[in-house]
C-alpha cells in the first residue's frame, strides 16, 4: 500500500527541495563531493491525503483509502525530490528499515541507474547513521546534508551529535512538537517510563523535564506539586534548537508547518556549520507559503 501523507506534506517538501537546490548551487563548483544522506527516507511516493477527508490518527502515514480515484493526487518523496534537483549529489544514502519502503528506494537505484550514486541501507536511522558516519568521509573532501524526517520522536540526539562531529554535515529537521512530543507529556507530569527513555534519546539529556514541568513547595507539611509549565512548547523547541546551536555552530529560524485547519503540527530547523548555509536556511524557510512551485511532482 502507498503511503498517505497529509497536504502540508507539500509545504515541507518544497522547502527541502529549495534548500537542496540551493546548497548544490553554492557548492557547484567546489571541490568536494557532496553527500545526501535521508535518514527516515519512506519509500519512493506517497498518496495525499484529501484535506477533506477525517484524519483518525493524525502523524501516522496509513489510514484508510477512502478517496476518490479522480482526486487522488501523488508527491514525490523525499529522496526523489533530493534525485531530481537540477545539480545533483554526488553521492545518496536513503536509510529505511520498512521492509516495502526499501524496496521502493532499491527501485530508484535501477531507475536511476549511473547517473545517480544511491545507497539503501535497510536498517534505523541510528544504524544507518553511525555506518555514515564511520565512512571514509572528511572535512577535507566532502559536504553533506542529511535530512532528519522521523515519525514522532524517534531521531536520537546522539545521531544528530555524530552528523555534527563530522564537522561537514549539515541538518533540515523535523522537530514533531505537536505531533509527537506534546503528547508524551501529561499534565501532572507522571511521564511513563518508556515515554521518558524516548525523550532522554531524543534531547540527549533529561533536561526536557525541566523545561516542561516546574515544581513547587505546597501546604503546611511541604509536598511538592508538579505544574506544567504555561509556556513548555516554546521551552521544548528552544531547547532543542540550543542543542543544535552547541552540536553545529549555527541554527536556523524555525519553520512552522500546520495543517489545514491551521493547527500547528511540527517545526522545520535547519543547522550546520557555517554562516552561509545559515543565510540561505533562514531566507528560505522564511518564505512562508507563497513559495512558488519548483519541481514538476512536488506539487
Ligand atoms: C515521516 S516518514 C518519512 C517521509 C519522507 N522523509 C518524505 O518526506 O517523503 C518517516 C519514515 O521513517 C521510517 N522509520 C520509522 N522508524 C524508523 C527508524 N527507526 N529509522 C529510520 N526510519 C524509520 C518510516 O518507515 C517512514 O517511512
Excluded at 4 to 29: C, H, M, Q, S
Excluded at 246 to 253: E, I
Aim: charged share 25%; aromatic share 12%.
Amino acid at each position: 500500500m502507498v503511503a498517505e501523507v497529509g497536504p502540508w506534506a507539500k509545504e515541507k517538501l518544497e522547502i527541502l527541495a529549495r534548500y537542496l537546490d540551493f546548497y548544490t548551487k553554492v557548492l557547484k563548483n567546489q571541490p568536494w563531493r557532496t553527500l545526501y544522506v535521508d535518514a527516515f527516507a519512506g519509500g519512493g511516493r506517497a498518496k495525499v491525503r484529501n484535506k477533506n477527508e477525517p484524519i483518525s490518527t493524525p502523524g501516522l502515514l496509513e489510514t484508510p483509502d477512502t478517496q476518490d480515484s479522480e482526486q487522488t493526487e501523488f508527491l514525490d518523496g523525499s529522496p526523489r525530490v533530493a534525485l531530481g534537483i537540477a545539480n545533483p549529489f554526488s553521492r545518496y544514502v536513503f536509510i529505511e528499515p520498512a521492509p516495502k519502503r526499501a524496496e521502493e528506494l532499491s527501485g530508484l537505484e535501477a531507475e536511476f541507474g549511473d547517473s545517480r550514486q544511491i545507497t539503501t541501507l535497510r536498517l534505523p536511522a541510528a544504524e544507518g547513521i553511525a555506518w555514515v558516519t564511520t565512512q571514509a568521509i572528511s572535512k577535507s573532501k566532502h559536504r553533506g546534508v542529511a535530512f532528519l524526517d522521523p515519525f514522532g520522536a524517534r531521531l536520537e540526539w546522539s545521531s544528530v551529535q555524530s552528523l555534527a562531529d563530522t564537522g561537514l554535515f549539515e541538518v533540515v529537521v523535523n522537530f514533531a512538537l505537536n505531533m509527537a512530543i506534546n503528547r508524551m507529556l501529561p499534565n501532572d507530569g507522571n511521564v511513563p517510563v518508556a515515554w521518558a527513555e524516548t525523550l532522554d534519546r531524543y534531547f540527549g539529556s533529561h533536561e526536557w523535564f525541566d523545561e516542561v514541568y516546574s515544581s513547587a513547595a505546597h501546604g503546611l507539611f511541604a509536598s511538592t506539586e508538579i505544574r506544567k509549565r504555561d509556556d513548555y512548547s516554546v521551552r521544548l523547541l528552544e531547547l532543542y534548537r540550543r542543542n543544535l546551536k552547541s552540536a553545529f555552530g549555527f541554527v536556523s529560524t524555525p519553520r512552522l508547518i500546520c495543517n489545514t485547519r491551521g493547527a500547528p503540527l511540527y517545526y522545520l530547523l535547519w543547522a550546520g556549520p557555517h554562516r552561509k548555509g545559515l543565510e540561505g536556511a533562514d531566507y528560505i524557510l522564511r518564505m512562508g507559503d507563497k513559495l512558488p512551485k519548483v519541481r514538476k511532482g512536488s506539487t
